[in-house]
């Protein structure tokens, strides 16, 4: 008996491990490195308050989603028709057009990596990168290899997140006075920002994993808890050090172009910062980042059409990945944006959508206990989910505008 339960908490904990992992890396991507450096550069250290909102906002989102899709035993578009019938078509639509959104950023985002690792042209880097997430996909082998070497670059990107924020002796004490007090509030760039770090599909992969893994039921509910506060503790840091970072190269009178068709503002920064050496293994980082995302987006946005039919198995979703994969490749060919402009309309268009699944499920905590084993949901988390959701929405409106005006312009 002992052997079992040590054999499960081990299975527990590498299901945690994998959940936080798959979760941090999809919060400080290629969308979010992009994003980060655009709005920095255009705005300084008033987005220090940005940064900050989008990382209270994704505590309170990830809490609520991991523990209520954990509690149900329900992927978020069974859930969704399950409280409220229809809506999960209505969700999984969304998700699936902002998981395309998403993979059109990702492909521009490994084509930049590509463009600052060799120079190659971002958009043929993006088409060959395409393919190769393709062959990735479909070889399993080269699947379990490239989670290990995402472990690996991971930590380097991290590494040299933290290194540029010591090389370029960022303002720290204006940064904190903006994060609480900013001179000016831009809607847009939170709303994008959090979109990149906590929309769309984004705000269920991880919840999936566990489920995936069978860490579900009120007997988890603290370790999943736990390891949600982990997640976000993670990515909050991260995308703090990397703004301060940025913030220094800009203070320090650095021009980043973030306007022209293959300009790569994350490249500059760290060019600025680290040298060429520094561009160059932040451009192999961006590239792995970019090709893992694209397969992340078009996985789990498929996932979600099982909703149409409980007949539809894996070889039919390992199929349709592919085929989106596709359809993103011959888009991002076909459009002729800049890849910047790609990566930070994606984080907006889907912070746009993200208030719609969050109402479901704060519906769900507030109303559907018999959908939870009858767990009593704290009353504290559903008043904070209550507002963050009415926040999201205000910002959605404000912000909408502004974030096809951005798309349109470029």
């Known amino acids: 008996m002992t052997q079992l339960a040590h054999d499960f908490t081990k299975a527990r904990r590498s299901s945690l491990i994998a959940a936080i992992f798959m979760m941090a890396t999809s919060a400080i991507g290629p969308g979010f490195l992009t994003q980060t450096t655009t709005f920095t550069a255009t705005l300084g250290a008033a987005f220090a308050f940005g940064i900050l909102a989008s990382i209270l906002i994704d505590f309170v989102v990830q809490l609520n989603v991991w523990r209520i899709v954990t509690l149900t035993r329900m992927r978020a578009a069974e859930l969704a028709n399950t409280a409220i019938p229809g809506s999960g078509y209505l969700l999984t639509v969304l998700v699936v057009f902002g998981g395309l959104v998403f993979s059109l950023g990702n492909i521009a985002g490994a084509g930049l990596g590509l463009n600052a690792l060799t120079g190659l042209d971002p958009k043929w880097g993006g088409a060959f990168s395409a393919l190769v997430a393709i062959a ?37 004490g204006e940064a904190l006075r903006q994060a609480v007090w900013p001179d000016f509030i831009d809607f847009a760039s939170i709303t994008t920002i959090v979109g990149g770090t906590v929309g769309g599909y984004i705000t269920y992969a991880g919840a999936h994993r566990l489920l995936d893994r069978g860490v579900v039921g009120v007997q988890n509910i603290e370790v999943v808890s ?13 995308r703090y050090v990397l703004f301060l970072a940025v913030l220094g190269v800009v203070a320090s009178g650095v021009v980043i172009d973030v306007s022209g068709q293959g300009a790569n503002p994350a490249a500059q920064a760290f060019k600025a910062a680290a040298g060429d050496i520094g561009m160059m293994a932040f451009g192999l980082v961006l ?10 987006a078009s996985y789990t946005s498929m996932s979600f059409i099982t909703v149409f039919s409980k007949r539809i198995d894996e070889r039919v979703r390992n199929l349709s990945t592919v085929a989106f994969i596709l359809i993103a490749l011959v888009l991002y060919m076909m459009l002729g944006k800049p890849p910047a402009a790609l990566l930070v309309f994606a984080g907006g268009f889907n912070g746009l959508i993200l208030p719609l699944g969050l109402s479901i499920f704060m519906y769900v905590g507030w109303r559907r206990a018999d959908l939870m084993e009858g767990y009593h949901y704290p009353r504290w988390l559903l008043v904070l989910g209550v507002v963050t959701c009415l926040l999201s929405w205000f910002m959605a409106f404000k912000s909408a505008g502004a974030i096809f005006a951005f798309i349109n312009a470029a």
């Open 136 to 172: 990735i996909f479909s070889s399993h082998r080269a699947g379990i290899a490239m989670d290990r070497i995402m472990m690996v670059l991971g930590t380097l990107k991290v590494g040299l997140i933290v290194f540029a924020a010591f090389a370029t002796h960022p303002p720290l």
């Open 226 to 238: 736990k390891a949600a506060l982990t997640g976000i503790l993670v990515t909050g840091i991260a």
């Open 287 to 296: 590239w792995a980042a970019g090709i893992s995302s694209v397969i992340g």
